[in-house]
């Protein structure tokens, strides 16, 4: 499954109103640290397909980063059902991203 790009207006539907599991990377282009994980979360969407896997761009996007409390990137919100239930904060090994995916399928 491809890795969803998404904005304020689709981050309701597409993420709090979702059945399942749902990991969000709130990224910039500029950051470094996020362009090292970007071809992790692509595989983890390839690898994971009963996981929607969600990118959210924090320029583009100020006011949804503010209202998920997202102060560094990358940073990973795992939402199951629409609820988090997970955060992850900086350049994680892509072990520990499959790990707190499991771990809550």
């Avoid at 090292?36 to 996007?61: G, Q, R, S, T």
């Amino acid at each position: 499954m491809a890795v969803i790009h998404l904005n304020e207006k689709e981050y309701e539907d597409q993420v709090l109103k979702a059945k399942g599991l749902t990991l969000v990377d709130f990224w910039a282009t500029w950051c470094g640290p996020c362009r090292m994980v970007a071809p992790i979360v692509e595989e983890l969407a390839d690898e994971f397909p009963e996981v929607k896997v969600c990118k959210v761009d924090v320029d583009e996007n100020q006011e949804l980063a503010l209202a998920n409390k997202v102060v560094s990137i990358p940073t990973f919100l795992l939402y199951k059902d629409g609820e988090v239930i997970k955060k992850i904060v900086g350049a994680v090994p892509k072990s520990e991203l499959i790990q707190a995916m499991r771990q809550f399928q």
